[in-house]
Nanobody, 122 residues
Framework: VQLQASGGGLVQAGGSLRLSCAASGRTSGHYVMGWFRQAPGKEREFVVAINWSGGSIDYADSVKGRFTISKDNAKNTVSLQMASLEPEDTAVYYC????????????????WGQGTLVTVSS
């Protein structure tokens, strides 16, 4: 599975941004899609994950109520709508995929996109 993330950019605090991730290649099977982020000098951290059906979604506490994940299985895409952005949200955002159930741990994801930079100015 190849993943291509897009949509990053510069936004002011309080603003919104939408990230997208397109999957290609061997996309058959029910896979989980997740978003992670990594700020400079920090470890990669979990943001949100959604299972194949969309019936199971896990958000990190830090983004609950501000970020919304959605997916379109027919198009093999997943989107992350980010609102009320804060400078602390500044990071490179990665989409990732795994087979099985949702997980908060990067090590359990088999496939990764290249990352897209989100910068939130104060």
């Amino acid at each position: 599975v190849q993943l291509q993330a897009s949509g990053g950019g510069l936004v002011q605090a309080g603003g919104s941004l939408r990230l997208s991730c397109a999957a290609s290649g061997r996309t058959s099977g029910h896979y989980v899609m997740g978003w992670f982020r990594q700020a400079p000098g920090k470890e990669r951290e979990f943001v949100v994950a959604i299972n194949w059906s969309g019936g199971s979604i896990d958000y990190a506490d830090s983004v609950k109520g501000r970020f919304t994940i959605s997916k379109d299985n027919a198009k093999n895409t997943v989107s992350l709508q980010m609102a009320s952005l804060e400078p602390e949200d500044t990071a490179v955002y990665y989409c990732a995929a795994r087979y099985g159930v949702t997980s908060n741990y990067p090590k359990y994801y088999h496939y990764w996109g290249q990352g897209t930079l989100v910068t939130v100015s104060s």
